[in-house]
Antibody, heavy 119, light 115 residues
Framework: EVQLVETGGGLIQPGGSLRLSCAAS????????MSWVRQAPGKGLEWVSV???????YYADSVKGRFTISRDNSKNTLYLQMNSLRAEDTAVYYC?????????????WGQGTLVTVSS | QSVLTQPPSVSGAPGQRVTISCTGS?????????VHWYQQLPGTAPKLLIY???NRPSGVPDRFSGSKSGTSASLAITGLQAEDEADYYC???????????????FGTGTKVTVL
């Protein structure tokens, strides 16, 4: 059974850093594209970042230069390192398998982890 | 940044048919990228509802259907049920953003209310 479990969210001051983790089971992270998607309170979904199976990484303009997506193949885990956090980064962050069973669609999602950026 | 536009809300009585539009441009839907649809029940993660414009993953009722034409796509729900009350999002890719396939873009989201 495919499962994604995010951890690492919490309350952080503006300018601070946080690393989110997404532990996967039931499939191999490194063989798939994996994405992070976020949702600000009461708002819609926003794609944040993707890591391709080959290792290439891409980011939304809103986080480029501040966030880094990576993975640990030995732990079958996806990460999102978030630096220089701003109030507008406050959101629930979801990891999602990207194009697994269904090309280019996010077919499995984690339960999400809340990041609150506030002083 | 939402480059796909959806109506904020649609509503219908039980048993009725509702449709949700998703309007893009020549750099996303019009460029030939597939459109996918997600259902998000309150307090839960999104769930894939339609993939590849018009296909349903296993377990999704055939009351849900999708279509795509030109720079737009649509989701239809027939035989509306109380359990369909949720937020719905379209998703595609945009070639104006970086990446070999473009980068993911979501619609603005539509709240479906069952009267």
């Amino acid at each position: 059974e495919v499962q994604l479990v995010e951890t690492g969210g919490g309350l952080i001051q503006p300018g601070g850093s946080l690393r989110l983790s997404c532990a996967a089971s039931g499939f191999t992270v490194s063989s798939n594209y994996m994405s992070w998607v976020r949702q600000a309170p009461g708002k819609g979904l926003e794609w944040v970042s993707v890591i391709y199976s080959g290792g290439s990484t891409y980011y939304a303009d809103s986080v480029k230069g501040r966030f880094t997506i990576s993975r640990d193949n030995s732990k079958n885990t996806l990460y999102l390192q978030m630096n220089s956090l701003r109030a507008e980064d406050t959101a629930v962050y979801y990891c999602a398998r990207d194009g697994g069973d269904y090309p280019s669609a996010f077919d499995y999602w984690g339960q999400g982890t809340l990041v609150t950026v506030s002083s | 940044q939402s480059v796909l536009t959806q109506p904020p809300s649609v509503s219908g009585a039980p048993g009725q048919r509702v449709t949700i539009s998703c309007t893009g441009s020549s750099s996303n839907i019009g460029a030939g990228y597939d459109v996918h649809w997600y259902q998000q029940l309150p307090g839960t993660a999104p769930k894939l509802l339609i993939y590849g414009n018009s296909n349903r993953p296993s377990g999704v009722p055939d009351r849900f259907s999708g279509s795509k034409s030109g720079t737009s796509a649509s989701l239809a729900i027939t035989g509306l049920q109380a359990e369909d009350e949720a937020d719905y999002y379209c998703q595609s890719y945009d070639s104006s953003l970086s990446g070999s396939r473009g980068c993911g873009v979501f619609g603005t989201g539509t709240k479906v209310t069952v009267l």
